[in-house]
């Protein structure tokens, strides 16, 4: 692994800090999902009385009047974040495993977060640098496998004003269906008709070739890669997939999995895509491992040593799937970590 961004500290990554107009906390319409929750009247310290739902978790929901991206500075590159929608997990107990007896609910219940319900955000990374517009995935393209939550990437790109003809390049992390299938339409034309597509060779051959029978996925992801195989190019470790965005090898989750530095000007941001699939629980726990890991133990392995180098050079990241837009950093807690959201300004 060469990478020019492992070295020194980075802390002015994001000092352009986030200028999008995103008023998550503008709208009455917002949702309160409770958990848990039971009657109770609290005590202020004047004494008054309020009425409040103990053991309740605040969960801002999506209404008509979301803006579902923002855009920040990156050194002379612009990045825009564009929501792909969610992905309505339900029950965690069934996603996320290999944690003690009830650490898995501490975690949740100390996060704030439903023991019972989670989600998890669909967050695409546009690039706009050196004349290029490059796209780090493409969400579930609507896939009825895996819901109405999520597929609204191309609704929510002409919100952002980016037209798919202008994108020139699509980078795919790895080979899962909520990352692939949006390349093609229902009829089996490219989507970003101009783009060329970036996989790793590995991921490639997993879903271009014999669908395996056992992934109820498999004929759609090997359909859409047909629908682009004249254009696909093949990235690897340590190489740069344009100038100044370079593939990381990061496998585990898929063999294949990539997360990539973009650099512009000084500036470093990652785009981590599975490294972690939940924004408490794979930072509280690293060693957790998700169902649709295939190489678990390999995989945690690779989240140890990028979460360590994330927390130590204090670099900025981009997580496909924490809450919209998915950037911060991570913050060491012993033997763990913290996610620390970026700071987003409205004006
Ligand atoms: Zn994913």
Do not use: C
Not at 38 to 62: C, F, P
Not at 122 to 128: E, H, P
Not at 288 to 316: E, K, P, S
């Amino acid at each position: 692994m060469v990478w020019k961004g492992r070295t020194g500290t980075r802390r002015d990554v994001l000092q352009a800090g986030i200028a999008g107009t995103v008023g998550i906390f503008a709208s009455s319409a917002a949702g309160i999902a409770g958990a848990r929750a039971e009657d109770r009247t609290s005590t202020a310290n004047d004494g008054a009385r309020i009425e409040v739902k103990s053991g309740q978790t605040l969960q801002i929901s999506s209404h008509s009047e979301f803006q579902p991206w923002t855009r920040f500075r990156l050194g002379d590159a612009t990045v825009t974040v564009v929501s792909d929608g969610r992905i309505a997990m339900g029950d965690p107990k069934k996603w996320f495993l290999g944690l003690k007896e009830g650490e898995l609910e501490a975690t949740l219940r100390e996060s704030f977060l439903s023991e019972t319900d989670a989600s998890l955000a669909q967050n695409v990374m546009i690039v706009d640098m050196g004349g290029r517009r490059v796209m780090f995935d493409t969400g579930t393209g609507g896939s009825p496998l895996i819901g109405p939550t999520a597929g609204h990437l191309r609704a929510n790109l002409a919100t952002a004003g980016i037209a798919p003809d202008s994108v020139t390049d699509v980078i795919i992390s790895h080979g899962h269906p909520d990352h692939v299938l949006g390349l093609a339409d229902a009829d089996g034309r490219p989507v970003f008709v101009n783009a060329q597509v970036h996989i790793s060779e590995i991921d490639h051959r997993m879903i271009a070739g014999e669908p395996n029978p056992a992934d109820p996925f498999a004929p759609e992801m090997k359909r859409q890669m047909t629908a682009v195989a004249d254009r696909v190019a093949m990235i690897a470790d340590g190489r740069q997939v344009v100038p100044g965005i370079t593939a990381l090898a990061a496998p585990g989750h898929t063999l294949g999995h990539m997360i990539f530095g973009i650099e512009s000007a000084g500036h470093t941001l990652l785009n981590t895509a599975d490294l972690g699939h939940h924004q408490a629980i794979f930072t509280r726990h690293p060693e957790v491992n998700f169902v649709a890991d295939m190489d678990a133990a390999m995989m945690v392995a690779t989240r140890r040593r990028y979460y360590d180098m994330i927390a130590t050079d204090r670099l900025g990241f981009l997580s496909y799937h924490f809450p919209f837009p998915g950037v911060g950093h991570l913050a060491r807690t012993g033997t763990a970590y913290a996610y620390i959201p970026a700071s987003l300004d409205t004006v």
